[in-house]
């Protein structure tokens, strides 16, 4: 998952992902909202526990949000069981499909992508590629792009109806710089029994909390983000001008007559080249 210097992001730790494989969550602050995002990958050789893992973190996904908040999952999840256009599941009610549309329609969450986002030759088009929202009208102008290099999955892009708050260019904590071995010298330096010692539970927490405020000043730098606008470097002209000429060329007219023509061939030396 990468996030843009502009918006203001923390990972979520607050969610528990069961030992699900493969997956990242994270917070964006923006303007009146709180944005819960999470990226997820489900492989085909999945384990029956990781599968049971995957239903355990969107319950924890769903019990942590709020109605100040929005929730958008992205991810692969190998279920091309599931068909969201027409609500039907390939196989029982028990099944791992199944058991995630149920899921899914019990959070009340919307799959917003609904055509074919995998392409092989001598395959049948499949759709395995979700964006989950816990409002539908939060996503507009989803469209359908070319792949990436040699990919079989499609790349989507997409708009949330959001408004960014910019992240504030105060000084922050550079951990990564601390002074740990002055922490746990003073730490180990306090009597810790003898502090404790006749204080209710609200009071210890709130000694605990000071020494531990008190060693983070002391012992830990400030630093200020800087933002940069650069471009990337690694892209050259010629290759913009040949992804310019992929898109050109047209994904959309690829995908329409893929099942019957197959990928073209003037559209195949354009991958190779890029």
Request: with cysteine.
């Amino acid at each position: 998952m990468y996030v843009s210097e502009k918006y203001e992001a923390v990972l979520a730790q607050d969610i528990d992902t069961g030992g699900f494989h493969d997956c990242v969550w994270c917070r964006l602050y923006l303007q009146g909202i709180k944005l819960i995002i999470g990226v997820c990958y489900r492989s085909t050789a999945s384990s029956a526990e990781n599968d049971e893992a995957l239903l355990s973190m969107f319950s924890s996904v769903a019990s942590v949000a709020d109605a100040g908040s929005c929730t958008v999952i992205m991810g692969d999840f190998n279920l091309p069981g599931i068909d969201f256009n027409r609500s039907l599941v390939e196989g029982s009610a028990d099944s791992l499909g199944g058991r995630v549309f149920d899921c899914l329609s019990d959070n009340f969450w919307h799959q917003h992508v609904t055509d074919f986002t995998r392409f092989r030759e001598n395959q049948t088009p499949s759709c395995l590629d979700c964006i989950l929202t816990d409002d539908p009208d939060v996503l507009e102008e989803l469209t359908y792009l070319e792949p990436i290099g040699k990919s079989d999955h499609v790349c989507i892009a997409w708009h949330l109806c959001f408004t960014n708050r910019p992240a504030t260019n105060e000084p922050k904590f550079n951990y990564w710089k601390a002074d740990y071995p002055a922490i746990r010298e003073k730490l180990s330096n306090i009597d810790w029994r003898l502090e404790f010692d006749g204080k209710s539970v609200n009071d210890m927490w709130k000694y605990l909390t000071s020494v531990i405020e008190t060693c983070v000043s002391d012992s830990v730098p400030l630093y200020k983000h800087k933002v940069s606008n650069k471009k990337s470097p690694w892209l050259s002209r010629d290759s913009k001008v040949t992804l310019r000429h992929k898109k050109k060329l047209g994904w959309s007219s690829f995908v329409r007559s893929f099942v019957i023509a197959g990928r073209g061939p003037a559209y195949s030396k354009l991958e190779i080249r890029i």
